[in-house]
Every structure is written in C-alpha cells, then in structure tokens.
Nanobody
C-alpha cells in the first residue's frame, strides 16, 4: 500500500519561509516523478512544482518560480518543497503526490486517478 506523508506546514508571516517534506512508503520511490499541488479555500487545486526521478529536471507554476524549490532524496524516499518569500496568496493545503506511471514524465493535469496522494499539510501566510 502506497503512503505519502507530508510534514512541515505551519503559520508564517509574509516574507517568511517554510520547508515541506513528504516521505513515501510502499513504492520504489526512485521510479516515480513527484510533485506538489495546493488548494486554497474556495479554489480549485493547482499545480505547484514537480521533479523527475533523478532530480535532473524540475517544473514550477509561474506563481512560485524563483521563490519555491523542489528537491528529492531517493535514499530517504523524500521529496521537499522549500518555500521562500511567502505571500498571503500562498495560503493553502499542500499535497504531495507521486505520478503513478513509473519511469514516466510527470503529468501536471492534477486528475486524481493519475497520482498517489498524501493527506496534505496546511500552510498559512499572514500579512
């Protein structure tokens, strides 16, 4: 059974930083592209960032480019999201996911059936 467990969320003032982590189990972690999505109250879930299996390629939403950095450690089955220069509009529930097709390029469409999902971790940024 695949499990993804996020941690690191919390409350921070605008301009601050947080580091989210996601640990995977029940899968051969290094075979899967990993990503982060977020969902703010009353809004649709949106793509944030993704990283390929070897960490050689990353992809970001325009809204977070230059502020967020995704990384992974396959030896620890972990993917991280370093979030700097946080803004109130970054407030959301952040989800880690693994794209289900092993060895494939990450698909950022966000359709539920395409991924294994974590339970989410809340990030709140105050002005």
């Amino acid at each position: 059974q695949v499990q993804l467990v996020e941690s690191g969320g919390g409350s921070v003032q605008a301009g601050g930083s947080l580091r989210l982590s996601c640990v995977g189990s029940g899968l051969t972690f290094s075979r899967y592209a990993m990503g982060w999505f977020r969902q703010a109250p009353g809004k649709e879930r949106e793509f944030v960032a993704a990283i390929n299996q070897s960490a050689g390629s990353t992809n970001y939403a325009d809204s977070v480019k230059g502020r967020f950095t995704i990384s992974r450690d396959n030896a620890k089955n972990t993917v991280n999201l370093q979030m700097n220069s946080l803004k109130p509009e970054d407030t959301a529930l952040y989800y880690c996911n693994a794209y289900k097709m092993a060895y494939a390029t990450y698909d950022a469409r966000g359709l539920d059936r395409l991924y294994y999902w974590g339970q989410g971790t809340q990030v709140t940024v105050s002005s």
